[in-house]
């Protein structure tokens, strides 16, 4: 699970996916299928959170990583690189931002 702290030595990634409300179901599902079966097994991955707004037109997507280079060999996987070109299909855009993080409050 992902824990949001200053003092975690993990590599932040979010990422923002803009589609339509006819497609947010689809896109929804497919990360869901991504998290489960493939990307929560890869060496590093420390937990992920998946966000909708209201309007279904963004999905926000925070992940932590023990280090920068476990995602990117994810992402550099033959199996993420077919995910991403199908999620690709679903949505306007999307772009995955490392992170640090600099303050948190309760």
């Given at each position: 699970?992902?824990?949001?702290s200053r003092a975690n030595d993990v590599q932040t990634v979010?990422?923002?996916?803009?589609?339509?409300?006819?497609?947010?179901?689809?896109?929804?599902?497919?990360?869901?299928?991504?998290?489960?079966?493939?990307?929560?097994?890869?060496?590093?991955?420390?937990?992920?959170?998946?966000?909708?707004?209201?309007?279904?037109?963004?999905?926000?997507?925070?992940?932590?990583?023990?280090?920068?280079?476990?995602?990117?060999?994810?992402?550099?996987?033959?199996?993420?690189?077919?995910?991403?070109?199908?999620?690709?299909?679903?949505?306007?855009?999307?772009?995955?931002?490392?992170?640090?993080?600099?303050?948190?409050?309760?």
């Open positions: 699970m992902p824990t949001i979010l990422t923002t996916f803009e589609m339509t409300p006819g497609t947010c179901q689809d896109l929804m599902d497919a990360l869901i299928d991504a998290y489960e079966t493939f990307i929560s097994k890869q060496p590093g991955f420390v937990g992920a959170g998946l966000h909708v707004n209201d309007a279904q037109t963004r999905i926000a997507n925070y992940s932590q990583w023990e280090r920068r280079e476990d995602f990117q060999a994810m992402l550099r996987s033959d199996e993420m690189r077919r995910r991403n070109r199908e999620i690709n299909e679903l949505c306007r855009s999307f772009e995955p931002v490392m992170y640090e993080v600099v303050a948190s409050f309760k």
